[in-house]
């Protein structure tokens, strides 16, 4: 099979593509054949060697969707579509970077589907995050007003589709004004031009701060995103665009504004059914929700793939066929 090693963190050209045996399942395994990935932005932090406890070489790749090529068990059949993600995938054991990828069979979830793989590909982490993020973390309520910080990310994207369905307005931010209209296009009801201090812009329109804010930027804009929320509001910090872990000399009693919730979002500590994940993948096929696909490439472009997702050449989700 092909896949794509990581021998030493650093640049995109650390991807390197081999020929490699096909693994073999062990009990508790199974061995699928990868139809295709999203890229995700940890997995351009692991590779540059900023995240914590992974050993190399390593097959990157937290999240994929496929078939069974074989079970151990005999409890799933050859060929049933399945997607999975998280669970130290690509960190601790080899991920969906490759053609076929052994996986435990806690993280993988059958799914019915005739949508083709490219969609398919860009829902399990994406769909996931967003949906943990809005309903598990920050419990959105019809009639809130939402602030959506780095709303031209794919998370972000498909946030302000399924955040103005659950009858919320949406506001969310770029820091590139030529995207305003993309934004607005998607479902936002207004666009903030971010410039690193929000808290400054909403005085006029937004005095009393937001409802609820999805902060995917990361630590660097997380002290403006609390001092723009509401008293009894909920930060949830589920991205790090910024690509920065941890915040120095952090001093909470500061930090955050007192009767203001932060939390976070991690799906690999909190996962959705999936019943859930089928549901959502039927309103994918009704045309209900629309996937944000940025781009499209092949295994063998992986380098590129990583430098669009680095220098934030694409808007929406970059997904690899294998």
Not at 30 to 40: M, P
Not at 174 to 201: H, M, P, S, W
Not at 238 to 263: C, K, N, Q, R, Y
Request: glycine share 10%; with cysteine.
């Amino acid at each position: 099979m092909k896949a794509i090693v990581v021998y030493a963190p650093g640049n995109a050209e650390k991807l390197l593509i081999e020929e490699r045996s096909i693994p073999q399942p062990k009990m508790g395994e199974v061995l699928i054949k990868v139809r295709a990935f999203g890229l995700n932005r940890s997995e351009l932090m692991t590779r540059k060697g900023f995240s914590p406890n992974v050993k190399f070489p390593i097959i990157l790749g937290i999240e994929c969707v496929g078939e069974v090529e074989y079970d151990p068990l005999g409890v799933m059949a050859k060929g049933q579509k399945v997607l999975a993600f998280m669970g130290e995938m690509g960190r601790q054991y080899d991920g969906s970077y490759a053609e076929f990828a052994v996986l435990p069979r806690t993280i993988i979830y059958s799914i019915e589907s005739d949508l083709p793989w490219e969609i398919l590909g860009a829902i399990p982490e994406m769909f996931q995050t967003v949906y943990g993020s809005l309903f598990t973390a920050l419990s959105i309520q019809k009639g809130e007003t939402i602030l959506l910080r780095g709303g031209t990310s794919s998370i972000g994207l498909l946030a302000g589709q399924m955040a103005n369905a659950a009858g919320l307005k949406v506001v969310s931010t770029t820091r590139n004004a030529q995207k305003k209209n993309f934004l607005l296009e998607n479902g936002a009801a207004d666009v903030l031009i971010d410039n690193g201090n929000l808290y400054d812009q909403i005085q006029s329109d937004y005095t009393s701060g937001f409802d609820k804010v999805l902060e995917l930027v990361g630590t660097v804009t997380l002290r403006d995103s609390l001092k723009c929320t509401k008293l009894g509001g909920i930060v949830c910090m589920t991205g790090m665009l910024s690509e920065e872990w941890s915040i120095a000399d952090f001093s909470p009693m500061d930090f955050i504004p007192a009767a203001v919730h932060l939390t976070i979002y991690d799906s690999g500590q909190i996962r959705s059914s999936q019943e859930v994940f089928q549901k959502f993948i039927e309103s994918v096929e009704s045309g209900k929700v629309r996937m944000p696909i940025g781009k499209i490439f092949q295994l063998d472009q992986i380098k590129e793939a990583h430098r669009a997702m680095e220098e934030n050449l694409v808007n929406g989700k970059i997904v690899v066929l294998t």
